[in-house]
């Protein structure tokens, strides 16, 4: 049974390298119906913190990468005495000065076959004597990882190859303990649009950051999936799709770009296929934290109306925030206006006679409102087209957007009547 794992240290949140880490694990196990590991490699107990923790725990939920086995690498210490114990005993580890050193041998080469790279040979001899337990008693990474995934029985290594280097002393370990290798496959580093190395001066690279600025989950998953990833020129994916697709054949040598104009685009993308309801549910939080709208407003407005207006605006919105500022026009607050507007003496009276016509409408949907308000305009000799733009700025606070009669038919009779007249003043 193919058994994978992802093994964040936490000393800080997760961030874009290790979720798509993860994401890749799991993506793996998913689609082999394997194994998915979550280990938290907290034996730093300097720089690891509780806090840490839960922020990698909660991006993970929220990226829905669910784990089968969760474990606690501290919770292994007595394991990793005995193991350690164990090489000492045959000869593989000595002490000295205190620390306990992994005797390296002294000649030929250390294979690292990778599924992804390759093979990578590195030579013993520029290995040298390595510590597996410090002098105070804790261990070193190179030596717990090894023991851990030995006792997990994990089948694959999937990892950045900022890890490449540390991997023949972990072979080495394996050897001398007569464990079986698991497959490792080492996956490109995550670069900025400049091409060093992402970091915090390219960006949020936090995980929850990206939920705070209004991705959704959907996004941040199919975007990670094509850092490294690809199934032809395909671009859109969901969580199932990903699931379906992928393998690491698929998964390339070279460096991933981070386009933030792609993630912008797929998110985009994202809002316009999801589920009506569950984006209204999303988008509530960006809409009452700006404090105008209340939630009695939101309960007045009713999901029906509410629904159909995440429907109709979510087409102009990249993130979250957008959509709950496009949404603004659905309450009885001030808008934000893109450009102010000023009536002539010949547009004004033709307002009066759009307000007036309103006042008629027997039905509010697009259809009779566009057939009232065209004859109430012919009548005075007008067109549409003479005042619309100033209707639509005045009731949306936005140059262009969905069909204006959709939105009259979806703000409604009191609040376009309310707006108008407030022009009119």
């Known amino acids: 049974m193919i058994r994978v794992r992802f093994a964040p240290s936490p000393t800080g949140y997760l961030h874009v390298g290790g979720a798509r880490t ?24 300097e720089r690891s913190t509780e806090e840490s923790i839960e922020q990698i725990l909660e991006a993970m939920r929220w990226l829905g990468l669910d784990w089968d086995e969760y474990y606690r690498q501290t919770a292994r210490s007595n394991v990793h005495q005995q193991v350690a114990q164990e090489l000492v005993d045959r000869g593989c580890a000595y002490m000295h000065e205190g620390a306990w050193w992994f005797r390296v041998p002294k000649e030929g080469e250390t294979i690292v076959h990778d599924e992804l790279l390759g093979d990578v040979s590195f030579q013993n001899a520029q290995l040298k004597d390595f510590v597996i337990r410090r002098s105070d008693g804790s261990f070193v990474y190179n030596f717990v990882v ?15 190859d900022d ?22 496959a080492h996956l490109p580093l995550i670069l900025g649009p400049d091409r060093t190395r992402l970091s915090k001066r390219h960006g949020v690279t936090s995980v929850l950051e990206y939920r705070r600025r209004g991705f959704l989950s959907e996004t941040i998953v199919n975007f990670l999936a094509r850092l490294g990833w690809s199934h032809g020129d395909q671009e859109f994916f969901t969580r199932d799709d990903l699931i379906e697709l992928f393998s690491l054949e698929n998964v390339g040598s070279s460096a991933a770009i981070f386009d933030e104009a792609k993630l912008f685009w797929l998110n985009q993308q994202h809002m316009k296929a999801a589920n009506p309801e569950e984006l209204l549910q999303l988008v509530k939080p960006f809409v009452l934290e700006k404090g105008q709208v209340t939630q009695a407003m939101w309960e007045k407005a009713g999901p029906e109306r509410l629904s159909h207006g995440v429907t109709l605006l979510r087409h102009r919105a990249k993130t979250l925030p957008d959509l709950a500022e496009m949404m603004s026009l ?24 759009v307000l007036d016509a309103l006042a008629r409408v027997p039905e509010f949907t697009p259809e009779v409102l ?23 700025m005045v009731v949306t606070g936005r140059r262009v957007g969905p069909g204006l009669f959709e939105l009259l038919s979806l703000v409604g009779r009191e609040l376009i009547v309310a707006r108008l007249r407030d022009l009119l003043k």
């Open 163 to 184: 890890h490449l280097n540390n991997t023949p002393k972990q072979i080495l370990i394996y050897e001398a303990l007569e464990r079986p290798l698991p497959h490792f």
């Open 330 to 353: 659905l309450f009885p607050i001030p808008l934000t206006i893109e450009e102010s507007v000023t009536l002539s003496k010949k547009q004004k009276p033709l307002i009066q006679a």
């Open 146 to 160: 090894v023991v851990d995934d030995a006792d997990m029985r994990i089948t694959h290594v999937i990892r950045g």
């Open 370 to 392: 566009e057939e009232c308000l065209s004859n109430a305009l012919s009548e005075r000799g007008a067109k549409l087209k003479e005042i619309a733009p100033a209707i639509r």
């Open 22 to 45: 993860a994401l890749f694990n799991w993506l793996f196990a998913r689609h082999l119906n394997g194994a998915f590991i979550l280990r938290i490699e907290d034996t730093d107990q």
